[in-house]
């Protein structure tokens, strides 16, 4: 096995191993290369968890919506996925970053329309 073959399958392990969740939903950055965002919010959905998750870069924002942070945070409740951020330090955190925001807009596009048909009513506080 090449060197950077051998690297990358480290950094896969490593990242398996740091894999953050709550209830069932990737939390972490890292977490994202292993999960199914619409698997997830099938699940949070069932548990009557209705929060879209919002990732961090030059601002905080909930992909996949239209609605602004503040608007997401008031009308759903927001869960932030810890280690998003502008600031790239390490070479992978691009390739995480932009996985983390594909999960997000496809969890949270599952969400929207849930609220769009019917299945939440109402304003929430956010958390």
């Not at 970053?97 to 969400?111: F, G, L, T």
Request: net charge negative; aromatic share 10%; proline share 2%.
């Amino acid at each position: 096995m090449g060197a950077a073959r051998s690297g990358l399958l480290g950094f896969m392990v490593a990242l398996s191993a740091a894999c953050g969740r709550v209830d069932d939903r990737c939390t972490q950055v890292s977490c994202v290369v292993f999960s199914d965002s619409s698997s997830d919010a099938q699940r949070a959905l069932t548990r009557g968890d209705f929060r879209l998750l919002a990732v961090r870069g030059y601002s905080v924002e909930a992909p996949g919506t239209d609605f602004n942070y503040g608007e997401a945070r008031r009308r759903f409740g927001t869960l932030e996925i810890d280690g998003t951020s502008d600031d790239l330090a390490w070479p992978w955190d691009g390739y995480l970053n932009d996985r983390a925001r594909d999960y997000a807009a496809k969890y949270n596009r599952i969400i929207v329309s849930a609220h769009s048909e019917g299945a939440i009513s109402g304003e929430r506080d956010a958390p």
